[in-house]
């Protein structure tokens, strides 16, 4: 194939021209902006280790008063993305937010819809839309586009989760703004996921045939993902991904337009080699020990670390310990991909 020519083959008078009239040759830049075969990734493979993260956090619970802050988070930003982009990978937002005793974040919305996966603590509680939320360590609660949210925490010790948002696409897109509320007034019952969504396979019969709820369930209590990741690890063979996909229960499509999210199970000493994929990935450790090799760099982590896997990444997950399961959680960018045509599995 012949070489393609470059801005400095124009004669400087044409390109001053070009530039007068805001207008760019595409052959110069035809290649970065369409490469072959593979996407060019400055998304690094990157681990942030809660060790590292955690006093951090603890830190500006003391240098900032959460009425200065909003929202006390710490974002995991991607160094080959630039810091200040605030990316985890091009799509995926994370932070981790600290929450002490008897603070509030303040009620409000806004156009990126976000996760929110507990990592310690007990006694914190999100409303969303006036559903009050207990959040339990490993619990997953959504915050979708535009719904009123707050957060709160009625406990002892600190209560700090990950945050995940689409904010990178939104923002890109330029439609990220947010809107202040004041308190929501919480109704005096259990979240939905305690009433009307019990068990999966069961739902409303109302809900049958009307129009449905567009976020029926928005949280997921660990303990019975877990559960249900051991059953499922019992019919499968080693080697083979034990993996649990988050759905909206009255469709059966994931939770949200942009991110996905699932969970997954490594028994003791099993190593997982996915098929590569042209989605973008942020894994979150919940439980256990292991290392990752992620197009070649190798990770060593533990609980509550957090790895990003850029598109089209080879990644090998461990679990080093020969005792116990490994238990991760993942956020990817599939929704997304599926919708705009090109999500795909290689190999
Ligand atoms: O808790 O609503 O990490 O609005 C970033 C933006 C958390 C939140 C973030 C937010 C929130």
């Not at 330029?174 to 996921?193: F, K, L």
């Amino acid at each position: 194939m012949s070489e393609l020519g470059r801005l400095e083959d124009l004669p400087l008078s044409y390109r001053q021209g070009l530039t007068a009239h805001n207008l760019v040759p595409l052959w110069p830049s035809l290649r970065a902006a369409l490469p072959h075969d593979i996407p060019t990734r400055r998304t690094r493979p990157v681990l942030w280790r809660y060790a590292d993260v955690r006093p951090r956090l603890l830190e500006a619970g003391e240098l900032t008063p959460i009425e200065k802050a909003e929202r006390r988070v710490l974002v995991l930003a991607n160094p080959g993305l630039g810091l200040e982009n605030m990316q985890a990978t091009p799509s995926i937002y994370i932070g981790l937010q600290l929450i002490l005793p008897r603070e509030t974040a303040p009620n409000h919305k806004h156009t990126p819809s976000a996760v929110r996966f507990v990592v310690e603590g007990a006694g914190g509680f999100t409303v969303v839309e006036g559903e009050k939320m207990p959040m339990e360590p490993g619990d997953l609660i959504l915050t979708p586009s535009r719904l009123w949210h707050e957060h709160g925490h009625e406990g002892t010790g600190p209560v700090i989760w990950l945050d995940a948002l689409d904010l990178p696409t939104v923002f890109a897109l330029e439609a990220s703004y947010c809107v202040d509320g004041r308190a929501q007034v919480a109704r005096n019952q259990p979240d939905a996921s305690q009433t009307l969504y019990r068990r999966s396979g069961l739902m409303p019969y109302r809900s049958l045939g009307a129009s449905r709820g567009i976020y029926p369930l928005k949280r997921f209590p660990w303990k019975e993902v877990r559960a249900a990741l051991e059953s499922f690890a019992a019919v499968t063979n080693t080697g083979e991904a034990v993996q649990l996909a988050y759905i909206n229960p009255e469709t059966g499509d994931e939770c949200l337009p942009v991110l996905g999210f699932s969970a997954l199970m490594l028994r003791p000493g099993e190593t997982l080699r996915p098929a590569r994929r042209s989605a973008s990935a942020v894994l979150h450790v919940v439980e256990g020990d292991g290392q990752a090799v992620i197009d070649g760099t190798e990770l060593t982590w533990t609980a509550s670390d957090t790895l990003a896997v850029p598109t089209h990444a080879r990644v090998e997950i461990v679990n080093t310990s020969s005792r116990k399961p490994a238990f991760l959680f993942q956020v990817d960018d599939a929704p997304m991909q599926r919708k705009l045509g090109f999500y795909e599995v290689f190999d």
